[in-house]
Each structure stands twice: as C-alpha cells, then as structure tokens.
C-alpha cells in the first residue's frame, strides 16, 4: 500500500525535482481496449512511488483523433473519452498528491486540432469573420488563389498552408499550420486566443495542477505583417539564430503571453510553474525561462550530446552558465516522446546516421543493446547529480530500447506518414510499456496494445527487473531514493581526474560524482560509495559507469 505522505510546501520544489513524463496512451491500459488510460496511471502509483519521483508530467490526454498523438487538442478542457473522465482526471491527482507526486499537465498553444469548436465554426464562416479571426486563414496567390500565400514549409508537411476545402470550406481561403494539416495555428494577435488560454490554464490549476509543460512555447508569435514574406528554407534553429528574429518562432513578442500567465501563476499557493518546450538557440532560452515568464524552460542538449567526457563536460558548463542568467535551474533530459530512446543511440556506434538506420527498421548496422542500456544508465545517473531538475521518460528507466521495426501499417506517426517516408517517425518510442515477462501485451491491459511490442520487451519488463538488483530499475530505483537525500545547493564544482575520458564532479554537501566514458578501469577515490550504475571491477570504475560517493568535507 503506498502511504500518504502529501505534497511538501517549498514554493521551489521544481527547482531541483525529478519528473517522470508519462505518454498515458501507453503507460497502462485498465479496461483492455489497447489504450493507456488514466485509471491505468491511477492503478500504477505504487510503481511511481517506488521511483522516488518529484513530479510527473502528462503528455495530452485531451479529447483528440490522435494525428498526432493527441498534440492536437479538440477540447482543452476535458480528458477525451477513450483515457477517461474529468472524474478520473481529479482522482489520479488526489491520489498522486496524498504520495507526495506533482502533476504537470501539456497545454498546447500554438495550434489546435481541427475539430476543435473554433476551427470547426472558423471553417463553417466567411472570410474576415470573427470566427476566422482565431486562426491564420489568407487568400492565396496565383491568378485564382490557387496557390499557398507563402512558401512556409510545416514539421510534418510540405506546406505550412493547406486550402479550406480540404477541411470541407466552400470559400478560397488557405490556413496555417505549423504541424500537420490537421493542427491549425492560433492567431495569437488576437485577444480572444489569450483569454481562452487564460481559461485553460486557470481551470486546471484550479484543479489543483501543479505546473504545466508548454509546447512548442516558441510559435505562438509570428511575423505576420502584409506583405507576409516568403523564406526560402524551413526556418528551424539555425535560421533563427539568437537574436529573436525569426518569421514563425522565437519572436521577443511571445514574452508578453507568458508574463500573463505568470501573473496568474503567482495567484496560486504554492505559484505554478510552467516548463517551455523552446526549440531556440541555447542563448534565447533563458527568456522563456525567466522568473517573470514560464519560470524554466527545457535544455534539449543532452539528447544529441556524444557520451563523452569533454563533451558532457562543455554542455553542463554552458547550461549553468546560461541557469545563472536568469536565476532559473537547469534542466537536464536525455529523452522524450520525441526521440529516440537514448539507450538504443548510446548502444549504436556514433558515426552511423541514426535516421536512415530507423528507416532500415534498425538491421544496417549492429546495435549493441547491453551496452547501450549500460552507458545510458551511466549518463542518467551523471545528469542526476548536477544541479537541477531531471525530466526523464517513461521506460528510460527500464533502459528500454527504440522499437525499430515497427511495420508501415501500424506506424501512426505524422512524421513518417508525411513526410514521403524519409523519417520513421517517433513510435519506436511510444510502444506500450512492458510490465510483466509475458502475457498479453507484456502486463501494459488487458488486451492487446495499441503499437506492437517485440518479443524482447518482456526482458526489460518491470517484473523481470524488479527481481535483478543490477537491472535499469533497480539503479534508477536507488539513486533516486538516495537522491532525495542529497539534493543540496546548486552548485557544482569540477575536479582534475588526469584522464580525458573520466568526469568528477562534487556538490557542495560532498556528494561526488564520477563517470568512466571510455577509459581503462579507474581506481575509486576515499569516500562511502553510494551507488554504481554497473558494478565495479576489481574495485574499480569501469568505462561506461557512473558512481556516486560521499565525502566528509573537512
Ligand atoms: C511538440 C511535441 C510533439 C508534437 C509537436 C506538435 O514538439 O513534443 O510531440 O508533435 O509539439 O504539437
Ligand atoms: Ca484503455
């Protein structure tokens, strides 16, 4: 039975928390329709318990047809009727408060699906109506307004722009969307979009949500003055640069949006806090950051850092350095629903394009999944020693692999299906869990499971690891518990190790940490050893290890 502990008081629990994402369409399935639902998150608190968790974060259980895995929100204020109820909803947060575990829910700004009521009413209604007003509708070019009024090209999608009619319209309008067709951009010009948000955001947090992950926090400003200009290229990272000058994202006008909702943030006892998803050059990131914007704001870094030492080493620098702008702490990921899983990239050799090994179904090159889950293990247990709040991802800590061959008539990915099959998209990353060894869908409900789970899931199942003191979750498991205990100032400070392959770091409470990349054995240096990602070899750090010890500070 999980005791009741309730929520600490500290105003600045995020600062330094551990949030564990949940993609609840595939965490667990309560009723056996091969859908992960919020009930299935309610029944496993007692696992999340045991992970010594902060927090966790929800990615979109709203009513949604799941084009994109339900980032396209019908109804911003409901929980769609395949994941649940509202009643659900306030049940799984009071009994995830009563453990002491925050909830972050997703609010998608920057674009809704198209069955949402406004864009449904938007559609039904002239052009230059009020109803058109909330989303990017324009004429188009050529002699009929045959063509997209600019060359925009969207994530998912050639174009940017898609006409009405394919949404059933009867005019000669085209709309915007930034993703796919089926997720048209607000119009955050106008007032009527902020007051809605404003609505959303307050209704959870009345509901007692504690914080919120804002995606795509970048795109709700665009440059939208006539003549609209054309861009020549997708304007992603690069284009943008760090001046805050892009055409569709990153525009300093957004700023205004979130001193908005950090006004009603603070309304709230403790304030809630928000998370950007910011796809912006590392230095505008502290802008999303800010204590007078959303607060903290995702640094991606990790994800596509070499596990190497004076690599890690330059992206923790540099992430402090930027934290200290704006008094902000860092964040550190290694995955999401967005990526590939980070074990199955540390167990591929470094040089191999890790797209078109995807497309291949993963057989072009070898993966070497036990070091893979090693080394991943390693770095988990590096980021959750620096200071700062760790967001990791349902079945990281499993050291679960990226399912890579996934056939083409269960991929659901808008990224595969439209991008003329050049990308294999992001399920590989969202498989329903592995619970039990075996069984039907590996203990995930019931029934069967909405994505197909290979045969070697039940290896990294919970059951299986559970009974292995040396698996992924028992090390997560523990260094999470210990983590509790030894979260202290933020601060960190680096110590020579002689060796160009080895990491040592400590806190100012004498908490250290040491990760082996690639070295020979490395001796252990005096302290009380805490915690081993792999076990030691004669007493010695192998590569591919990360250690824990504490020492007495003199
Ligand atoms: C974010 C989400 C991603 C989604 C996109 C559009 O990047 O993480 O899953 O496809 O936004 O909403
Ligand atoms: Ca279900």
């Not at 591929?348 to 072009?364: E, F, H, K």
């Amino acid at each position: 039975m999980s005791k009741s502990i309730g929520l600490s008081k500290d105003k600045n629990w995020w600062r330094q928390a551990a949030v564990y994402q949940i993609y609840p369409r595939s965490f667990a399935d309560s009723n056996g329709d091969g859908i992960g639902d919020l009930k299935g998150v309610t029944s496993r608190i007692p696992y999340l318990q045991s992970l010594s968790i902060d927090a966790v974060w929800l990615s979109p259980f709203y009513p949604s047809a799941l084009v994109d895995g339900g980032y396209d929100v019908d109804d911003y204020r409901n929980v769609d009727p395949k994941l649940g109820t509202l009643a659900d909803f306030d049940e799984m947060l009071a009994e995830l408060h009563k453990v002491g575990i925050r909830v972050y829910v997703d609010i998608v700004p920057n674009h809704s699906s198209n069955l949402h009521v406004w864009f449904k009413e938007a559609i039904a209604s002239e052009p230059g109506s009020k109803a058109r007003s909330r989303y990017l509708f324009r004429d188009g070019k050529g002699v009929n307004g045959e063509l997209p009024p600019t060359d925009w090209v969207s994530h998912f999608a050639p174009s940017a722009w898609t006409h009405e009619s394919a949404m059933g319209g009867k005019h000669n309008q085209w709309y915007m969307h930034w993703f796919a067709p089926e997720q048209p951009d607000f119009n955050w010009d106008n007032r009527e979009v902020h007051d809605e948000f404003l609505k959303t955001l307050k209704f959870w947090a009345d509901r007692g949500v504690d914080a919120f992950r804002i995606d795509v926090a970048h795109a709700l400003k665009k440059d939208l003055s006539e003549p609209l200009r054309n861009l020549n290229v997708f304007e992603g990272l690069e284009e943008r640069g760090a001046k805050g000058k892009g055409i569709l994202a990153d525009r300093d006008e957004v700023f205004a949006i979130y001193k908005e909702w950090r006004n009603l943030f603070n309304q709230y006892d403790p304030p809630r806090v928000a998370v950007a998803e910011a796809n912006v050059h590392p230095e505008r990131l502290p802008l999303y950051a800010s204590t007078k914007t959303l607060g903290q704001s995702f640094d991606f870094r990790f994800i596509d850092t070499p596990f190497e030492a004076t690599a890690y080493k330059e992206s923790v620098q540099d992430a402090l350095r930027l934290a200290a702008k704006n008094k902000s702490s860092c964040t550190w990921t290694l995955s999401n629903h967005d990526q590939i899983r980070h074990a199955t990239k540390m167990g591929l050799n470094p040089a191999v394009d890790r797209r078109s090994w995807m497309l291949t179904d993963g057989t072009s090159h070898p993966l070497d999944k036990a070091s893979g889950t090693q080394n991943a293990l390693a770095a988990s247990l590096f980021i959750l020693a620096l200071p700062g709040c760790t967001y990791m991802y349902q079945g990281e800590e499993l050291g679960l692999h990226e399912v890579t061959d996934i056939p083409e008539d269960r991929i659901q990915d808008p990224q595969y299906l439209r991008n003329l099959k050049v990308d294999k998209g992001r399920d590989g990353c969202r498989v329903p869990l592995p619970w039990k060894k075996s069984g039907t869908s590996f203990g995930f409900g019931t029934g069967s499971a909405h994505l197909p789970q290979p045969n070697w899931f039940g290896d990294y199942s919970v059951e299986a690891e559970e009974k292995d003191s040396l698996s992924a979750l028992s090390i997560y498991r523990k260094a999470l518990e210990i983590r509790k205990g030894l979260v202290t100032e933020e601060k960190l400070k680096w110590h020579k190790t002689g060796n160009s392959s080895v990491l040592h770091f400590s806190r100012p409470n004498g908490w250290h940490c040491i990760t082996n990349f690639r070295a020979a054995p490395i001796a252990i240096p005096k302290g009380e050893l805490l915690i081993s990602s792999h076990p030691l070899q004669g007493g010695k750090i192998a590569a591919g290890t990360t250690v824990w010890f504490k020492k007495e500070k003199k």
